[in-house]
């Protein structure tokens, strides 16, 4: 079945213990993104790639950090997590390395809340 | 200024009725325009592209306004299956793709 997937689904942290948020496509899709979802704001965009190796940052990077070693996974870290990191995190994958005219496919979200 | 608008309602609609739902945007760069659905905090789903020249899926239309930068979806004979969160998303680069999405409009279907 073509899916995203995220693990894990829902964590409970605290300040500082960093943390890894995994997301991996089985559709070889070249564009992946990581978005965050509070209440109000919408999803915003944290960080984007294009390619293997190739990872450029969105609306709201700060605290963040991503890579793109396999086409299919882009891991999302938060070195340090801090509590206004709490939210709903979405990875999306699309087809093209542009997302521009393609459906992006949605992971099915991780609940984050950092003490 | 958001650069994605929308209303955020929620609009709350008997079975059967017409509903209409606007967003703006505000980069006039922006290249791509979307509706996604998205049901409880669930993940977001794409319900149709919008383009200029207007298209139809079904009970669904979508239009897009280049010039005054607003994107409608247009729900015909509501369902209480249409009961969700419409997204609007726009994709522009400036300097790097990036994908901007609407705050949602809540939308209640009553029997």
């Known amino acids: 079945e073509a899916q995203v997937t995220q693990n894990p689904r829902y964590l409970i942290t605290v300040t500082g213990k960093k943390l890894t948020v995994t997301c991996s496509q089985n559709m070889n899709h070249e564009y992946m993104s990581w978005y965050r979802q509070d209440p109000g704001l919408g999803l915003r965009q944290i960080y984007y790639s294009m390619n293997v190796e190739v990872t450029d940052k969105g609306d709201v990077p700060e605290g963040y950090k991503v890579s793109r070693k396999e086409k299919r996974n882009f891991p999302l870290i938060l070195e340090s997590p801090s509590p206004n990191q709490t939210s709903l995190y979405f990875c999306?994958?699309?087809?093209?390395?542009?997302?521009?005219?393609?459906?992006?496919?949605f992971g099915p979200g991780t609940r984050l809340t950092v003490l | 200024r958001k650069e994605v608008e929308q209303d955020p309602g929620p609009f709350n609609v008997p079975e059967g009725a017409t509903v209409a739902f606007n967003c703006t945007y505000s980069?006039?760069?922006?290249?791509?325009f979307f509706w996604y659905r998205q049901d409880c905090r669930k993940e977001p789903k794409l319900l149709m592209s919008v383009y200029s020249s207007g298209n139809e899926d079904g009970r669904f239309t979508a239009q897009l306004n280049r010039a005054s930068q607003y994107i409608s979806l247009l729900i015909r004979d509501s369902k209480l299956s249409d009961s969700a969160t419409y997204l609007c998303v726009v994709n522009s680069y400036t300097g790097g793709f990036k994908t901007i999405f609407g705050a949602g409009t809540r939308l209640f279907v009553k029997a």
């Open positions: 999306a994958s699309s087809l093209g390395r542009t997302v521009s005219y393609n459906e992006q496919f």
């Open positions: 980069n006039s760069a922006s290249q791509s």
